[in-house]
């Protein structure tokens, strides 16, 4: 088995180091690929400190991937060599189950192979994008636009596609109103996605310091949670909550439309309770999604290709692999603008 040159974390909550890490076999259905761009996910920094559940290690997190192919398999018919190409949060799926039979292979029942800290089904270990080469199959593979600009397009691969997907699926369009609930890396591109499909959009948030932000990115206004549960009754169509924190859910509730919709993408640790009356008296719904399948996750490549929609983000260089423990400090701090990637050039 080949290597490649990475940066890994030995054991949970250990720092960053560089070091070699193995790189699947070019078989007949797969792409290799020079990684150029990988995005840092608040969900890497949980895994490499073992915050979720028990991982593996040493790991190499990473799962918005943008790079270059450099060769393919003798049956990969859809990408060639020179491709700008882009791999997300999972690398396989059955391909059997009723999910995946749908093409819906984020939800497959099997479970599918996470692009790193997982397991392929022969057993081998997944490694992700902190490294500057992957191999993985054509069907996982994503054809990134020419005209977006290469480094910013990496967060797309999971924070884009997870707030997109469910404003797609709910129907997000012009005459409608959405709430977006936090602009951070996930808000804040789906206040670009929801201002592009037609939406009236507004940011419900704690913190003016970002209401310019928010109306740069296209929301009509930035609403303060405090202040809007009394004066914005019956008023959304749609909330998206991108947060990670405890909810007044019975409020949020309020604030729907007669068959409104409210629809969470961020998961906080603590179960949330609501009464079943802030349901039932208005034909309102509590819903949830997960990224976005493969189908989904092109889909919305392509609409950031016809709208040029990319992520905010700060660049990495990681010549010193403390830079990434550093990111990940500011990243739990809540100190970026939006999302942090790194140059996979530096590793």
């Known amino acids: 088995m080949s290597k490649t040159h990475a940066l890994i974390v030995s ?113 081998e270990e997944s490694y992700g994008g902190y490294a500057k080469d992957v191999v993985v199959k054509e069907a996982f593979v994503l054809r990134v636009p020419e005209n977006l600009d290469y480094a910013a397009t990496a967060p797309l691969l999971c924070a884009g596609v997870t707030v997109y997907s469910p404003l797609k699926h709910w129907k997000v369009g012009p005459g409608m109103k959405v709430g977006i609930m936090g602009l951070g890396g996930l808000g804040h591109m789906a206040v670009k996605f929801a201002a592009a499909m037609g939406a009236e959009t507004y940011v419900l948030g704690h913190s003016l310091s970002k209401a310019q932000d928010a109306k740069d990115f296209g929301a009509k206004d930035y609403l303060m949670t405090t202040e809007i549960f009394e004066t914005h009754k019956d008023f959304f169509d749609v909330i998206l909550n991108t947060t990670s924190t405890d909810l007044d859910l019975d409020s949020l509730l309020g604030m729907l439309k007669v068959g409104g919709t409210f629809v969470t993408v961020g998961i906080s640790p603590n179960k949330q309770e609501f009464h079943p009356f802030s349901v039932v008296t208005g034909l309102r719904s509590i819903a949830g999604a997960n990224t976005g399948s493969i189908a989904a996750t092109q889909d919305m490549l392509d609409f950031c290709g016809e709208h040029n929609i990319v992520s905010t983000i700060e660049m990495v260089d990681a010549s010193d692999p403390k830079t990434i423990d550093n990111a990940y400090a500011r990243v739990v701090d809540s100190d970026i603008r939006y999302r942090f990637v790194i140059d996979a050039s530096t590793i």
Request: glycine share 12%.
């Open 11 to 123: 054991a949970p909550g250990a720092a960053f180091e560089k070091a070699e890490m193995p790189v699947r076999e070019l078989t007949a259905d797969a792409v290799a690929i020079s990684i150029k761009y990988s995005g840092i996910c608040h969900s890497d920094i949980h895994q490499a400190r073992d915050e979720w559940f028990e991982g593996i290690f040493p790991m190499v997190p990473g799962h918005e991937i943008v790079g270059e192919v450099t060769a393919v398999g003798d049956a990969v018919t859809k990408f060639k060599v020179g491709d700008r190409v882009g791999v997300g949060t999972f690398v396989d799926s059955c391909g059997t189950c009723e999910p995946c039979k749908q093409g819906m292979e984020n939800y497959c029942r099997t479970g599918n192979v996470q692009t790193y800290n997982g397991r392929h089904y022969d057993g």
